[in-house]
């Protein structure tokens, strides 16, 4: 009853305040209301009174984003009452999916593009302009809808790469290179939070890019684009655990690019300091791979964290020959320690190699699908760095395990070998990738018959944990493949009887 009567006395206070704000108050007494509905908010339970059109309409005046044909501009926001407006907003939006629905239907998105068009003009506080990105963020990241809307009809992507420019306060070089202070002071709080907030919206809106295609402008825009994230790879923020997470939205957004556009990541001069490898500036893809190294050692959420930079590295690799050989030469140096397991140790090719068996299996096909185009799709290389135990999963569902290569197309310079593999490689158990001590043959002494029962006592063994389903013994088919072995003995059984019935035929 006290819950009851509680949750009774908020929506009675909700649907107060929201008339009281459809008055002609005094600044003072608008801000007060709209904390209230702000405070009130919060609680998922007590949305009723806010999610009519009519209370979300009133909201969106207060917050400058009412939709009209004829406004040419909206309101430019400067005021307390506007950003506890955009506060309230956000909760009652994030909280209750009809509120998701007026506020399509009311059509926030056209107001909040509007506004973000004069995003570079107006001198609004930060506030304004983070809850505006804040609110934009959760539209695109709810509705479906909103976020074809933004990304098509309102030109959106355009509409925050100027605002992520802006916020970076970015000077170029070239047509595609932004010029890069490596003594320029970290990206302050404010303007971290913004970026961040523009990073997950364009993120929202560029989901479905690679799926399809891509004109020369949008190619252009999108390489623009790219450029920048390069510069917020290489920029410091307030922090290490912001910079972090800018790095993070940074590269979730680059995996959404079309590969044809990361060309400039590569592109720009190298500069004393550079990380330079044949010819090419390789910064972004040394931070990246420091990136990775970090979010291997956190362990932490590894799908939602780990398989963007290794879905963003393994793709860059396949079409680019020289971050491809970049990346080899420090993932999978030239082999020298064939006394551990590959999955022992802690470079960043041990800790690549633990995933390939993780339980995860978005994790595991992402760390072996990297591996394995570092090696050029070359199924005895990948053995070589990987131990056949590891690769087997992916060679399965490759259909190589047989041997062979994948379906990539890469140059054709060979694989260079330690002396110190050379000499080891004859005693290395392909299986486990390391050399291993011989060990003794357990049927030494044994007589012809003891040897013969063992067999069939294992063999018996194996019979019975087939017939009962705990196990199901496999083979390799010509093709690669994993195959049980009942059907590949019930196909050799019709094969041999319709040899059998062409030979009587005949």
Same mark, same amino acid.
């Given at each position: 009853?006290?819950?009851?009567?509680?949750?009774?006395?908020?929506?009675?206070?909700?649907?107060?305040?929201?008339?009281?704000?459809?008055?002609?108050?005094?600044?003072?007494?608008?801000?007060?209301?709209?904390?209230?509905?702000?405070?009130?908010?919060?609680?998922?339970?007590?949305?009723?009174?806010?999610?009519?059109?009519?209370?979300?309409?009133?909201?969106?005046?207060?917050?400058?984003?009412?939709?009209?044909?004829?406004?040419?501009?909206?309101?430019?926001?400067?005021?307390?009452?506007?950003?506890?407006?955009?506060?309230?907003?956000?909760?009652?939006?994030?909280?209750?999916?009809?509120?998701?629905?007026?506020?399509?239907?009311?059509?926030?998105?056209?107001?909040?593009?509007?506004?973000?068009?004069?995003?570079?003009?107006?001198?609004?506080?930060?506030?304004?302009?983070?809850?505006?990105?804040? @609110? %934009?963020?959760? #539209?695109?990241?709810?509705?479906? &809808? =909103?976020?074809?809307?933004?990304?098509? /009809? +309102?030109?959106? $992507?355009?509409?925050?790469?100027?605002?992520?420019?802006?916020?970076?306060?970015?000077?170029?070089?070239?047509?595609?290179?932004?010029?890069?202070?490596?003594?320029?002071?970290?990206?302050?709080?404010?303007?971290?939070?913004?970026?961040?907030?523009?990073?997950?919206?364009?993120?929202?809106?560029?989901?479905?890019?690679?799926?399809?295609?891509?004109?020369?402008?949008?190619a252009a825009l999108y390489r623009h684009l790219a450029a920048i994230l390069r510069h917020c790879l290489?920029?410091?923020?307030?922090?290490?655990?912001?910079?972090?997470?800018?790095?993070?939205?940074?590269?979730? @957004? %680059?995996?959404? #690019?079309?590969?044809?556009?990361? &060309? =400039?990541?590569?592109?720009?001069?190298? /500069? +004393?300091?550079? $990380?330079?490898?044949?010819?090419?500036?390789?910064?972004?893809?040394?931070?990246?791979?420091?990136?990775?190294?970090?979010?291997?050692?956190?362990?932490?959420?590894?799908?939602?964290?780990?398989?963007?930079?290794?879905?963003?590295?393994?793709?860059?690799?396949?079409?680019?020959?020289?971050?491809?050989?970049?990346?080899?030469?420090?993932?999978?140096?030239?082999?020298?320690?064939?006394?551990?397991?590959?999955?022992?140790?802690?470079?960043?090719?041990?800790?690549?190699?633990?995933?390939?068996?993780?339980?995860?299996?978005?994790?595991?096909?992402?760390?072996?699908?990297? @591996?394995?185009?570092?090696?050029?799709?070359?199924?005895?290389?990948?053995?070589?760095?990987?131990?056949?135990?590891?690769?087997?999963?992916?060679?399965?569902?490759?259909?190589?395990?047989?041997?062979?290569?994948?379906?990539?197309?890469?140059?054709?310079?060979?694989?260079?070998?330690?002396?110190?593999?050379?000499?080891?490689?004859?005693?290395?158990?392909?299986?486990?990738?390391?050399?291993?001590?011989?060990?003794?043959?357990?049927?030494?002494?044994?007589?012809?018959?003891?040897?013969?029962?063992?067999?069939?006592?294992?063999?018996?063994?194996?019979?019975?944990?087939?017939?009962?389903?705990?196990?199901?013994?496999?083979?390799?088919?010509?093709?690669?493949?994993?195959?049980?072995?009942?059907?590949?003995?019930?196909?050799?059984?019709?094969?041999?009887?319709?040899?059998?019935?062409?030979?009587?035929?005949?």
């Amino acid at each position: 009853l006290c819950t009851l009567s509680a949750e009774s006395g908020r929506n009675k206070l909700g649907d107060l305040v929201i008339k009281f704000l459809d008055r002609d108050l005094q600044p003072s007494c608008q801000v007060a209301c709209l904390e209230t509905i702000r405070i009130l908010s919060r609680d998922k339970y007590g949305l009723s009174p806010f999610t009519s059109r009519s209370a979300m309409h009133t909201l969106a005046k207060y917050a400058g984003l009412e939709y009209s044909e004829e406004v040419e501009g909206p309101r430019i926001p400067d005021s307390e009452s506007v950003v506890e407006a955009l506060k309230g907003l956000c909760n009652i939006i994030y909280n209750s999916v009809e509120a998701q629905e007026v506020a399509t239907d009311l059509r926030l998105v056209c107001g909040l593009a509007r506004r973000l068009k004069l995003y570079n003009e107006t001198r609004s506080s930060h506030e304004c302009k983070f809850f505006d990105l804040r @609110l %934009l963020f959760l #539209l695109t990241a709810l509705r479906v &809808d =909103v976020r074809r809307q933004l990304a098509r /009809e +309102l030109r959106g $992507v355009s509409l925050l790469t100027d605002a992520l420019e802006s916020t970076l306060a970015l000077k170029w070089s070239d047509i595609y290179e932004v010029v890069t202070d490596r003594l320029a002071q970290p990206l302050g709080k404010e303007e971290t939070e913004r970026v961040m907030e523009i990073l997950k919206t364009l993120f929202n809106i560029t989901f479905d890019i690679s799926r399809r295609e891509v004109d020369e402008e949008d190619a252009a825009l999108y390489r623009h684009l790219a450029a920048i994230l390069r510069h917020c790879l290489l920029r410091q923020s307030d922090g290490e655990d912001r910079t972090e997470e800018c790095h993070g939205h940074t590269v979730n @957004l %680059l995996v959404n #690019l079309p590969l044809m556009c990361l &060309d =400039v990541l590569l592109t720009p001069k190298v /500069e +004393l300091g550079s $990380v330079e490898y044949m010819g090419m500036n390789m910064d972004t893809v040394e931070v990246l791979l420091q990136f990775l190294d970090r979010r291997l050692d956190r362990g932490h959420k590894l799908r939602e964290t780990l398989t963007p930079v290794l879905n963003l590295l393994t793709e860059s690799s396949r079409v680019h020959r020289e971050t491809r050989k970049f990346l080899r030469a420090k993932v999978l140096p030239p082999l020298r320690d064939v006394k551990n397991r590959p999955e022992v140790g802690n470079t960043l090719r041990n800790k690549l190699v633990r995933l390939m068996t993780h339980v995860d299996t978005d994790v595991k096909h992402c760390a072996a699908e990297f @591996l394995f185009v570092l090696c050029k799709e070359n199924v005895s290389r990948f053995v070589k760095y990987t131990g056949y135990g590891n690769a087997a999963g992916l060679l399965a569902a490759r259909g190589l395990l047989a041997g062979g290569r994948g379906e990539g197309h890469y140059s054709e310079d060979e694989d260079t070998d330690t002396e110190e593999y050379r000499e080891a490689k004859p005693n290395i158990n392909p299986v486990t990738g390391r050399v291993e001590e011989k060990q003794p043959n357990p049927m030494d002494g044994m007589t012809e018959e003891q040897k013969e029962y063992e067999a069939m006592k294992l063999v018996s063994m194996f019979d019975k944990l087939s017939r009962e389903q705990i196990i199901q013994p496999m083979g390799v088919t010509s093709d690669g493949r994993l195959e049980p072995l009942d059907e590949a003995a019930q196909k050799m059984l019709q094969q041999q009887e319709s040899s059998d019935l062409d030979t009587d035929s005949d």
